[in-house]
């Protein structure tokens, strides 16, 4: 009887050996897998003119990261509020002025977007915490 049951906890014991081998064969295979399908498409290419560029803009350490931006006429730059600060993105140039609305309203996460349609330099400032927080955005 006890040689028996001997023999059954050698089996358990073996049963337990090779599933865990198979478990980390599966594991392998599936990685491998996950790694070949990853493939990266070539970014969009802006077309003559441009008009489909994005460009971010990041307000951090009561910062704009970067201050200095090179957009193409048509980008889209978004500003976004990444700290517990309050901010926000208010300024102008070429005759346009852009706003994301009241001093400060720009809270964590918030996102401001705006277009521009024209060549030119565009100056703007965090009104909180200007004249240190300021950015400019070049649109050639
Ligand atoms: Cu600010």
């Known amino acids: 009887m006890r040689k028996w049951l001997a023999l059954l906890v050698a089996c358990l014991a073996l049963?337990?050996?090779?599933?865990?081998?198979?478990g980390d064969d599966d594991d392998d295979g599936g990685g491998n897998a996950g790694g070949g399908a990853?493939?990266?498409?070539?970014?969009?290419?802006?077309?003559?003119?441009?008009?489909?560029?994005?460009a971010e803009v990041s307000m951090r350490d009561i910062q704009f990261e970067p201050s200095n931006l090179s957009v193409k006429r048509g980008d889209t730059v978004t500003w976004i509020n990444r700290e517990s600060v309050p901010h926000d993105v208010d300024g102008g140039g070429e005759g346009v002025q852009f706003s994301s609305g009241p001093e400060g309203?720009?809270?964590?996460?918030?996102?401001f977007e705006f277009t521009f349609e024209k060549a030119g330099t565009y100056d703007y400032v965090c009104r909180v915490?200007?004249?240190g927080m300021a950015g400019t955005v070049t649109v050639e």
Not at 15 to 22: D, K, N, P, Q, S
Not at 105 to 111: A, C, F, K, P
């Open 38 to 54: 990853e493939e990266q498409q070539p970014a969009e290419t802006a077309g003559e003119g441009g008009g489909t560029g994005a």
């Open 105 to 111: 309203g720009m809270n964590d996460g918030d996102r």
């Open 129 to 131: 915490h200007a004249p």
């Open 15 to 22: 049963g337990l050996v090779v599933a865990g081998c198979g």
